[in-house]
């Protein structure tokens, strides 16, 4: 009897904070006339968002998984002093709060910033400009590919790579025919998770970005421009596509966790 309350308990606590609000976008997109919807996806400034938001997805999420397979493989093949740093420094996005990260690449690249005078003296915009809305993005996504192959790495070990390196196999070749097979659905959900991350940042952004219509609006910026112009279906639709997006990543996780059990 106590193991069904506590399904009972994750199930209602499930339903109440993660379905319900979903459900509620689901209802109130349909509750408007599709025409107004699609309209509003097909906006040029929409589309430009979601464009945008590609773009910083397109660069962030391989950006991160390079740094954090290497990551990965500092922290558990490597000693050197320092390391215990490293490892605790990969998960401050995750204790950061988004919008002191945006902050923070304000300081550092405004017109007063530390970089700011160099920046400008050469002409270079980094807020306010695609290259700020990058930035943030890779910053908010940098641990999940690290905390994903870090485990995987521990668990299986080093012999087959030292027995590699006895072999005469170089750094490479034991990284791509030993290391790597071993670590990749660790790496692809990793990615995943990365990728979703990325399509769903708004924080951080929102800071840097400057939210100009047409030029540096995001998908998630562009809930809340048209929210605040009074324009719902927008607001539902875009919320919508972003929610779609959202569930076929949670679906190719799923499909996902067995391959990696098998591997």
């Given at each position: 009897m106590r193991r069904y309350a506590f399904r009972f308990i994750a199930l209602a606590y499930v339903v109440a904070?993660?379905?319900?609000p979903l459900y509620l976008v689901f209802y109130r997109t349909f509750l408007h006339d599709s025409h107004d919807v699609w309209k509003a996806l097909s906006d040029p400034d929409t589309v430009h968002a979601f464009r945008v938001t590609l773009i910083a997805v397109a660069i962030a999420v391989p950006l991160n998984t390079i740094?954090?397979?290497?990551?990965a493989l500092a922290i558990v093949r490597q000693k050197f002093p320092g390391k215990?740093?490293?490892?605790a420094f990969v998960d401050l996005p995750l204790a950061l709060s988004p919008v002191v990260v945006g902050f923070s690449l304000y300081l550092l690249y405004g017109r007063t910033g530390w970089f700011g005078h160099w920046l400008n003296a050469h002409g270079?915009?980094?807020?306010f400009a695609m290259p700020s809305i990058v930035l943030a993005t890779i910053f908010v996504s940098v641990p999940f590919v690290a905390r994903e192959v870090i485990p995987t790495l521990r668990e299986i070990g080093d012999d087959q790579e030292q027995a590699a390196y006895t072999l005469g196999a170089n750094g490479w070749q034991t990284f791509r025919r030993i290391t790597f097979p071993s670590i990749r659905w660790a790496v692809i959900y990793g990615v995943v998770?990365?990728?979703?991350?990325?399509?769903?940042?708004y924080g951080a952004v929102a800071v840097v970005s400057g939210s100009i219509q047409g030029k540096t609006e995001t998908a998630t910026l562009r809930v809340q421009e048209e929210y605040e112009n009074l324009n719902l279906p927008g607001a539902y639709g875009i919320s919508l596509a972003l929610a779609v997006i959202a569930i076929l990543v949670l679906i190719l996780?799923?499909?996902?966790?067995?391959k990696e059990a098998k591997a």
């Open positions: 904070i993660l379905l319900a740094f954090g397979i290497i990551c215990g740093l490293v490892n270079i915009q980094v807020l998770l990365t990728t979703a991350r990325c399509l769903g940042e996780m799923t499909t996902l966790r067995p």
